[in-house]
């Protein structure tokens, strides 16, 4: 038995006892009504925040385990790679792969040593289109940006509008494709019929029983998400300014879109699948439970009918709020103290908080092993005067999209818990 899943196992046992507690102190978390715990209120609570303690400590050795194994098995896939057609997904992995090229550039440097620069530098008025070799998902540096324009009484602060910030994407693994759409194969029929059967002899037979698989084929298009921003030509002349300019605001708006589209999107074209309206995900309702035993439950499903790992959830901060506000009978904070830095972490698994997820809803699945955001390419950009009267004005249009699909493999994987 391998590390990781002795740990997996030790990580299970431990929810299990841990839910046990609460499910034993009812709707109103009265741990006075717990056998196994002793002591008064406080003590009862302490016990239950160390249970705690060791959950989010086993989590972070079960992520640091598979981590390990994940960067092994891409060691060997890279050799595998090489035979492999370039119209197959190719699954990057950290240290290996399309991931070993060194620390990334950001939007804003590779942009200005791009073809569709370097045509207006030319002073041609209109750049080329130039594709930048650029993951998603990956949080842009801003590395030496210097402000806003040549400081004179300005300060060079930009105070930024409040927008939300990115979590739902660093959950899901990623891959790319070349592409139009991702095509896979779903196993959608399991019939096992193993048994236990005689030795034969003569004249009596013993047939082995037949066993059946059926294959059904899947296909998630690529969707394009946009964006342009309009810049004076004074502007894109300050090299510092326009990679700070890229990198803070333009790269955010997609990668933020994107987020949003993870959870809610439609499926209807042109908007990708999000989870929220996947037809066959599973659902888990609140009722009378504490949210905590919901989220639980939510776990168990994914285990027992998706035959998943559950590796993450995703919930609304006002009901994380509510989840780390938790107070037994006699007032004592569940999770901690209001003193505590408290883990964003349930049951072990890390919490990623989103308000772009529906209130009173929140998702558990196993988004390592079941899940997808697979890149057609990434942030894609193109300079241009030509759009309205942009010329006459002396302002470029910085046109920015990035192609990509989002296959759920698996949805019995994954579970939304309602009525939180």
């Avoid at 079960?62 to 197959?88: M, Y």
């Avoid at 130039?130 to 004179?152: N, Q, R």
């Avoid at 308000?355 to 390419?377: A, H, K, P, S, W």
């Amino acid at each position: 038995m391998s590390k990781l899943v002795e740990k997996r196992a030790e990580l299970a046992a431990k929810q299990q006892a841990l839910h046990a507690i609460f499910d034993e102190a009812g709707p109103d978390l009265d741990l006075s009504l717990v056998r196994s715990l002793q002591g008064d209120g406080k003590a009862r609570a302490d016990e239950v925040r160390r249970l705690n303690d060791e959950l989010t400590a086993l989590g972070k050795e079960v992520e640091g385990l598979q981590k390990i194994e994940d960067a092994v098995a891409n060691t060997k896939r890279i050799g595998d790679d090489l035979n492999r057609p370039v119209s197959q997904i190719v699954h990057p992995a950290a240290g290996g792969g399309e991931g070993s090229r060194g620390p990334a550039k950001s939007i804003g440097e590779l942009f200005v040593e791009s073809e569709a620069y370097k045509g207006f530098k030319r002073g041609s008025g209109t750049g080329p289109m130039a594709e930048l070799d650029i993951e998603a998902k990956t949080v842009m540096s801003t590395g030496t940006t210097v402000g806003f324009t040549p400081e004179t009484i300005r300060t060079g602060r930009i105070v930024e509008a409040a927008l939300a910030p990115i979590q739902v994407i660093d959950l899901i693994p990623s891959g790319v494709t070349d592409q139009a759409a991702v095509v896979y194969m779903e196993e959608t029929l399991a019939t096992n019929a193993a048994t236990e059967i005689a030795e034969s002899v003569q004249g009596t037979l013993a047939a082995y029983p037949e066993s059946a698989l059926g294959f059904t084929q899947r296909s998630t298009t690529v969707r394009k998400i946009a964006t342009f921003l309009p810049v004076t030509d004074e502007q894109l002349e300050d090299v510092s300014f326009i990679q700070s300019f890229i990198n803070m605001r333009l790269s955010l708006f997609l990668r933020q879109r994107l987020d949003a589209q993870l959870l809610t999107g439609s499926g209807v074209a042109p908007n990708l699948l999000g989870f929220l309206n996947v037809p066959t995900i599973q659902t888990q309702a609140k009722g009378a439970d504490p949210t905590p035993d919901a989220i639980f439950k939510a776990m168990t499903l994914v285990r027992v009918t998706g035959r998943a790992i559950p590796s993450g959830v995703v919930l609304h901060p006002n009901d994380w709020q509510a989840i780390r506000l938790l107070r037994t009978a006699d007032g004592v904070y569940i999770w901690g103290s209001p003193s505590d830095a408290a883990p964003e972490r349930i049951w072990g698994l890390p919490v990623a908080q989103a308000d772009v997820i529906t209130e009173n809803t929140g998702l558990v699945g196993d988004f390592r092993g079941y899940c997808q955001l697979v890149m057609r390419r990434g942030i894609d950009v193109q300079v241009s005067n030509s759009h309205a009267s942009f010329f006459i004005q002396g302002v470029q249009a910085i046109r920015a999209d990035l192609r990509c699909a989002f296959p759920v493999y698996r949805p019995t994987a994954f579970c939304l818990v309602t009525g939180i």
